[in-house]
């Protein structure tokens, strides 16, 4: 079998805007516009902030000390990006201009990605630390198609903060949605429940829980690319909870029939927007014949395993041009691409599978860092 695991990949060739984290002028302060609700573990704010004169906006979240992590989603008409993060001390915890000169890739909130929403979640890795009760403060620009500031522009906002006091076991809450017509094809529907229950034993070694819901959905079979965004998605994702992760299965993403999976964002969010779903193809996790063995079930949980480490904030250890890597200090070096599948290609967050004419590879495994990302993400309790 062949084939690209994610279809967006590519967004770490598009750079860093080089903004200036901490802008010009004032910035728009408070979180007392609001709404604030507990629910279910998680703290749920929403409310509607314009982005000051320079484009700037902050976000302030209130963190007590049984809170672990905070994940916010902005959405906007303009284009969105994150500069950074402040502490309760004034200490800048995120900058996003220590990521601009490195091949180590952290979140994908601080890349201007052409998007008109913002993601990002924190802490993203053990080593960022913990949560200090007090107010914490996201920084964020608004702007133009072209990169340029946009004033004044209005900003839908909604923070998620979790309370989880054991990050070395969690529980990912996941609605698997059947695209039109899928449903219908009983082989298909039969080994995707064998596939989940295959990715449900991978991150069960690790102390993660999947509490699986099933659904069938009007989503065209051949699913849109969710790093464009999609109306459908959005109102797909809408059925679900903020506390849930959609995942589509399709027949084909973008009509690449070449694509295992894509993940709509990295991290990606728990509310309704255009990007808010994992998206896996039936057809291409299939074979080329179209038809399911147990070696294909297996390469089908282990890329959902994979595209929903993405959606909690998980990258390629090492991108497949060798370009890239993840900033994760337990990830081995390597040098070209024959070393890096000798020592990484067991990894289920390699960027593809690796086949011979007698089989491919099993791509299990997890290191350390990257299960404390995935215990980090919000949507994990």
């Not at 906007?76 to 402040?86: K, M, N, P, T």
């Not at 900058?95 to 601080?110: H, M, P, Q, S």
């Not at 967050?349 to 491919?360: A, E, N, R, T, V």
Request: aromatic share 6%; net charge negative; with cysteine.
């Amino acid at each position: 079998m062949a084939g690209h695991r994610c279809a967006w990949a590519g967004l770490v060739a598009l750079g860093l805007m080089v903004l200036g984290f901490g802008g010009c002028g004032s910035k728009s302060r408070g979180q007392a516009d609001l709404d604030c609700v507990v629910d279910e573990g998680l703290e749920i704010c929403r409310g509607t902030r314009d982005a000051d004169r320079y484009g700037s906006l902050t976000v302030d979240i209130d963190v007590s000390a049984e809170q672990s992590a905070f994940l916010v989603t902005a959405t906007s008409s303009s284009y969105l990006v994150a500069e950074g993060i402040e502490d309760p001390h004034g200490d800048v915890a995120l900058d996003f201009r220590d990521w601009a000169d490195t091949d180590e890739l952290l979140t994908a909130g601080i890349f201007f990605l052409g998007r008109q929403n913002a993601v990002l979640n924190w802490p993203v890795r053990g080593v960022d630390g913990a949560l200090d009760s007090g107010r914490w403060r996201v920084e964020l620009l608004t702007l133009t198609e072209d990169g340029a500031r946009a004033p004044n522009a209005s900003v839908d906002v909604v923070t998620q903060t979790k309370t989880d006091d054991d990050l070395s076991a969690g529980v990912l809450r996941v609605r698997v949605v059947f695209a039109d017509g899928v449903d219908e094809l009983d082989d298909v529907v039969a080994a995707t429940e064998d596939a989940v229950d295959h990715w449900a034993s991978i991150w069960a070694a690790q102390g993660l829980e999947l509490d699986v819901t099933w659904a069938t959905g009007s989503v065209d079979a051949d699913l849109p690319f969710l790093s464009e965004g999609s109306p459908e998605v959005e109102s797909e994702a809408a059925l679900g909870t903020d506390h849930d992760v959609t995942v589509i299965v399709g027949e084909s993403i973008g009509d690449w029939t070449e694509v295992l999976g894509e993940a709509g964002g990295i991290p990606g969010t728990l509310v309704a927007t255009e990007h808010a779903a994992v998206g896996v193809s039936w057809l291409a996790n299939s074979g080329a014949d179209g038809a399911f063995d147990a070696q294909d079930i297996r390469i089908f949980g282990e890329t959902m395993a994979h595209e929903v480490g993405h959606y909690a904030g998980l990258f390629h250890p090492v991108e497949a041009d060798g370009s890239y890597r993840d900033a994760l200090d337990d990830t081995e070096d390597c040098a070209d691409s024959r070393s890096c599948e000798r020592s990484l290609g067991r990894n289920n967050l390699f960027p593809y599978p690796i086949c011979s004419l007698s089989g491919c590879m099993v791509q299990d495994e997890l290191s350390g860092d990257q299960v404390e990302v995935l215990q980090r993400y919000v949507g994990v309790l």
